[in-house]
């Protein structure tokens, strides 16, 4: 009994499963595949009405009618739109009724029990994308309709007929979506315990500590190679849950997801590693991935929701191959505490990590610098910021100088993720 309470009590996957396809730019796809297979099986009793063995009473072929109807209306709304999941759910019971008054209205039971098949791509459809209890549902409304056929068989005579129908449906309907039904479960649990997210599709924390890691230790051969972390937290993202409840949460965290994926470059690493938290990780020239943190904040705030965005970059010169968790992990918490400092500054801007160590530049060109402590550039970018940007992207001079938890910081924290006395910014002038 405890694996039928397992089994009934297990969670819905619709969100997980749709923001995986989705993630995978499998929605589309998905949508037009089941618009097909609604309006092919809204055809049948559009064709019934012109055979003889359909319905020939006017309730019957009224029947018919509403049924290639209501198949064109979902067949549209799978074409035009991922539905929500109640608008799935609602989806899964009309069919069942749809369904089960299409085949009891033929009038010869043996085509009726064959258009109970059916069923079996209704209940395979249910087995991936909802609960138990939809799959009972459905299971239940088929195998009662299966069996009204099958008893009108066998008062017909044939009794043979009859029982091979009720095997073969019976193994098609019953056996293959349970299954299936096992293969979603085990794969859903699959998926929240291995290396990717399961809402956004993207890499979770564990997948992001491993891959920077190999990403940091590639690069660490090349003399002029940065390692720069973008920590990204959504701003007063409790709201959104509180008030437009938790699904549209989960819709920003897959839209905020999307932005990532599509900004990030090609040698980069992109993870969720929070509720509302993300991480972006790249090797290269700094001014290049803090042009990359504005970008993100920007399309972030066009989305409707705004992001704190904290930036820290350290040199991989002589950082030797065991000592590379840990410069990837101090880097990760300075970027960290970059991101507070402008979430506590009002949010929807870019604090970076200041460089005290470098020498400031005597009238620096406008292309090369955007904003100074007093003394040293902090970044390069691609343009000119001006108006809005430029009052969006400050720089944090005042992170705490050793790391938490770290004995061995002058040894192997390097001076860029060193912060001097916080002085103020004075210029913004940038090229993204």
Not at 7 to 15: A, G, K, L, T, V
Not at 29 to 54: D, E, H, K, N, R
Request: glycine residues 6%; contains cysteine; proline residues 5%.
């Amino acid at each position: 009994m405890e694996w039928i309470v397992r089994w009934w009590r297990q969670p819905d996957p619709y969100h997980w499963l749709s923001a995986y396809l989705r993630a995978h730019d499998l929605r589309r796809f998905t949508q037009y595949l089941m618009a097909s297979v609604v309006t092919a099986l809204g055809l049948v009793p559009l064709l019934m009405l012109f055979s003889s063995a359909g319905p020939q009473t006017l309730p019957g072929r009224a029947t018919l009618l509403v049924v290639t109807a209501s198949c064109t209306v979902m067949a549209l709304m799978w074409a035009l739109k991922w539905p929500t999941k109640n608008q799935s759910a609602a989806f899964v019971v009309a069919s069942n009724f749809l369904i089960a008054a299409s085949v009891l209205v033929d009038t010869w039971p043996d085509m009726g029990i064959q258009g109970c098949t059916a069923f079996v791509a209704l209940a395979g459809y249910v087995a991936f994308f909802h609960t138990s209890r939809y799959l009972t549902f459905t299971l239940a409304m088929a195998t009662g309709a299966v069996l009204v056929c099958a008893i009108e068989i066998t008062l017909a005579g044939d009794l043979p007929l009859a029982v091979s129908r009720l095997v073969v449906l019976t193994v098609s309907i019953l056996a293959v979506p349970f299954c299936m039904q096992v293969l979603m479960h085990t794969l859903g649990l699959d998926v929240l315990n291995s290396d990717i997210d399961p809402l956004t599709g993207l890499p979770n924390r564990r997948a992001f500590e491993r891959s920077v890691r190999a990403l940091a230790a590639e690069s660490s051969h090349d003399s002029t190679s940065y390692l720069t972390v973008v920590m990204v937290d959504l701003d007063d993202f409790k709201r959104i849950n509180d008030t437009a409840g938790h699904a549209a949460g989960d819709q920003t965290l897959v839209a905020v997801g999307d932005i990532l994926a599509h900004t990030r470059r090609g040698d980069s690493v992109v993870a969720r590693v929070g509720g509302e938290e993300f991480v972006v990780a790249l090797c290269g020239d700094p001014s290049d991935a803090i042009g990359l943190a504005e970008r993100i904040r920007r399309d972030i705030a066009s989305s409707g929701i705004t992001a704190s965005i904290g930036v820290a970059s350290a040199s991989l010169v002589r950082v030797a191959a065991h000592d590379i968790p840990n410069q990837v992990d101090d880097l990760v918490a300075s970027a960290d505490r970059a991101m507070y400092k402008a979430k506590r500054s009002g949010g929807d801007r870019v604090h970076v990590v200041s460089r005290p160590n470098e020498t400031y530049v005597e009238n620096p060109m406008a292309s090369n610098t955007t904003a100074t402590n007093g003394r040293t550039p902090w970044i390069t970018a691609e343009r000119a910021l001006s108006g809005a940007e430029a009052r969006s992207t400050a720089a944090a001079a005042s992170i705490d100088p050793t790391p938490a938890n770290s004995s061995a910081a002058p040894t192997r924290v390097p001076p860029e993720i060193v912060n001097a006395t916080p002085t103020s910014v004075t210029t913004a002038k940038n090229r993204l």
